[in-house]
């Protein structure tokens, strides 16, 4: 089939019908400006600075309160404690470790004061005797092991090691 | 209210000056720390676990996570020797309150504690559609709570499982590493309360640090290293049979 032959001064014709097409490019290049002004709005200004994320995010996570002080902050003061339990078994143990979270008696030592700790709860988290324990570890039964005394009967906790011999019957 | 040209012409900029302000943000939390110094890992040496859980205690103590959920946990695990590749683990309550006696004796017994590995490769990272979780120019995987869908690509990319949707909040929650903490000088709620420095921060950037320098002297090991993902927690004494 033969191919119909080309009309006359089509090319002229669709140029100037072509006002349709520059409205067409002239509204997406609207839209495209108002999506990078709105863009520039919405997008955090920290965002990208590290990398895809909003990297003031860091200071705000880094910006939480503390609730454990740190074993540094109690020794400031309880320093003839440190110095009990520096010479004992217990020095890798922290003060936090079994008195708690003590930030708030930091910022106020006069009223918020740590509560009083009951031995017969506190050293059987550690002390009660379990296979997975390493072996070098001191283990006992504690419902065994005292008799139902408390533990501070014999052990002072800071340095548990028994000096005296009236501490033990 | 009437405005006249003049009064929009200045208060434009006025507004554009506000805008600014919301936009910048809070500033830097921590003016002291510079964090192109740090770059942060952990050591975890196993000879030294009692399994006692002061550090999940300590960490939701710390970091408010609501119960049943864990940012740290300690599993117990149980190895007889013919069955190495099927060791029996249990974590009651993630070892928040200590473990009761073992069912069976013999064979290998021991505590691995487990959180975020902060991998420098983290998967986590690399699924977040929107940009909320990162890993911070000194190695810590965080996430933003403002900018996290909730979608759980996340916690289903982690192949350690460390971590969770927040049920108050339904966002992703995890390991900080406790960056308000060591931001400020101190060491995380873990390792301040293990009682028998089994868990202790390391800044891998630092020559001078003792626990760096016990990782490069010392045979330690990453869970799934097959992972390839860079694992920053450094486990000393760990078993074949732990996954």
């Known amino acids: 089939m033969p191919a119909p032959p080309a009309p006359v001064g089509t090319t002229m014709k669709s140029f100037k019908d072509a006002e349709h097409l520059f409205r067409l490019a002239a509204v997406f290049l609207a839209g495209f400006i108002l999506f990078l002004v709105v863009r520039s709005l919405l997008v955090p200004r920290s965002f990208g600075r590290y990398g895809h994320y909003r990297a003031n995010a860091i200071g705000e996570i880094a910006a939480r309160p503390i609730s454990y002080a740190g074993h ?23 003060c936090e470790s079994c008195h708690g979270p003590q930030a708030k008696h930091v910022d106020d030592p006069g009223s918020v004061t740590p509560a009083k700790l009951d031995t017969m709860a506190l ?27 408390a533990c501070n009967t014999c052990h002072q906790p800071h340095s548990p090691v028994i000096t005296s011999a009236g501490g033990v019957q | 209210m009437n405005i006249t040209r003049r009064q929009l012409l200045i208060l434009l900029p006025a507004a554009v000056v506000a805008w600014d302000y919301i936009l910048a943000g809070t500033p830097e939390a921590s003016p002291n720390y510079n964090m192109d110094e740090h770059w942060w890992g952990m050591l975890i ?4 676990c009692i399994g006692c859980g002061s550090c999940v205690r300590a960490c939701q103590l710390e970091n408010q996570v609501p119960d049943g959920y864990f940012r740290t946990w300690v599993e117990r695990y149980h190895a007889a020797d013919w069955q190495e590749e099927y060791p029996q683990v249990d974590s009651p309550d993630g070892g ?57 690509y996340c916690v289903q990319a982690c192949p350690y499982g460390c971590r969770f949707i927040n049920p108050a909040t339904l966002t992703a929650n995890k390991c900080t590493l406790c960056y308000h903490r060591i931001t ?20 891998l950037k630092d020559p001078n640090d003792p626990v760096y320098e016990f990782i490069r002297t010392h045979s330690v090991q990453v869970l799934k290293p097959q992972m390839a993902t860079r694992s920053k927690c450094f486990y000393y004494g760990l078993d074949g049979s732990v996954r």
Do not use: M, W
């Open chain 1, 72 to 94: 540094q902050a109690c020794e400031n003061c309880h320093s003839d404690i440190v110095d009990v339990k520096s010479k004992g078994v217990h020095k890798t143990v922290n």
């Open chain 1, 123 to 149: 050293c059987p988290r550690c002390h009660q005797a379990n296979i997975a324990k390493p072996k070098a570890f001191p283990q006992v039964d504690a419902a065994d092991h005292s008799g139902g005394a």
């Open chain 2, 45 to 48: 040496d196993l000879t030294k």
């Open chain 2, 96 to 152: 928040k309150n200590g473990f009761p006696p073992a069912k069976e004796s013999g064979g290998k017994n021991f505590f691995v504690p487990k959180l975020c590995n902060h991998c420098a490769e983290s998967p986590c990272t690399q699924v977040c559609p929107v940009g909320a979780t990162f890993v911070t120019p000194d190695g810590v995987v965080l996430v933003d709570q403002t900018y996290c869908l909730g979608c759980r």
């Open chain 2, 184 to 203: 400020k000088g101190l060491t995380t709620a873990c390792c301040e309360n293990c009682p028998t420095g089994t868990r202790q921060l390391a800044n």
